[in-house]
């Protein structure tokens, strides 16, 4: 009698444990919708030290991109976990399967292509020489030679660097982060920085102490896209559909706006 009750017990507690368990949402899920089924949940990685795009306020993440992926996640029924980090790290991250993706000004380039894949294009940038505001020597690309080049690791900028430095005969120095560098030419320990041209024109704009210049014509036209893990054409395809959602219906021109006082188009 005592071997049926342990039994019985046994095996209530086996079917709590396996409805506990049933209630909890696993890493991909969120809470249930109105309808009873999971809401699906994405972690996105960004480079929370890039205004315009993305940048802390108040103890919230905010910006273009910031505002763009959750607007794009209200309209295609997704949840949004954003997860800060340098950027450098950011599409290791994604091939190692710790995010499902990426929003951070990330330029869309041919080797980049190789590691993960990439929502239509959602922003025109393009690189800019940025020089201390008292600097007369540079105005050009050709003016490198001799010079200290100051920039973050990881960037299409960095690539644009070194290609500028070898050709030219200037030195690098790698920084973590966009402030770092910003600094460097701020304070005269490097001679010029390279920079998107929206984020250096808005830190111009809203700092006055900023003491830099942006010099010379655009470097190139980047466009910035949102970076995923390979294969995941599912989150693709819902990045591009809600892209176009938020293009048709004004949301997309009022976010770039809210920052930029213009459109990206």
Do not use: W
Not at 182 to 209: G, L, M, R
């Amino acid at each position: 009698m005592k071997k049926k009750i342990g039994m019985i017990a046994a095996a209530a507690m086996m079917a709590f444990t396996l409805s506990a368990c049933g209630s909890n949402n696993t890493g991909d899920e969120a809470a249930s919708g109105n309808g009873g089924e999971a809401v699906k949940k994405y972690v996105f990685g960004t480079d929370a030290t890039y205004p315009p795009f993305e940048f802390e306020k108040d103890g919230k993440y905010v910006g273009i991109d910031i505002d763009l992926l959750n607007a794009i996640g209200e309209v295609q029924g997704f949840e949004v976990e954003i997860k800060p980090m340098d950027f450098k790290g950011i599409i290791p991250a994604i091939t190692a399967g710790q995010l499902d993706g990426a929003i951070a000004g990330i330029s869309i380039t041919d080797e980049r292509k190789q590691v993960v894949d990439f929502s239509e294009a959602y922003y025109e940038a393009g690189l800019s020489l940025i020089v201390h505001k008292d600097n007369t020597e540079i105005d050009s690309p050709e003016d490198l030679a001799g010079k200290v080049i100051a920039i973050k690791k990881g960037t299409s900028g960095a690539v644009k660097a070194e290609e500028l430095a070898k050709q030219y005969g200037a030195e690098v120095k790698y920084f973590d982060d966009s402030p770092a560098m910003y600094q460097e030419v701020a304070n005269k320990n490097a001679d010029v920085t390279i920079e998107d041209f929206p984020v250096i024109s808005y830190k111009i704009a809203v700092d006055p102490n900023a003491n830099l210049k942006i010099v010379g014509d655009r470097l190139n036209g980047d466009f910035y896209g949102i970076a995923v893990d390979k294969g995941n054409s599912e989150l693709v395809q819902k990045l591009n559909d809600g892209l176009k959602t938020l293009k048709e219906n004004g949301k997309y021109d009022e976010i770039v706006g809210t920052y930029l006082g213009t459109t990206a188009e």
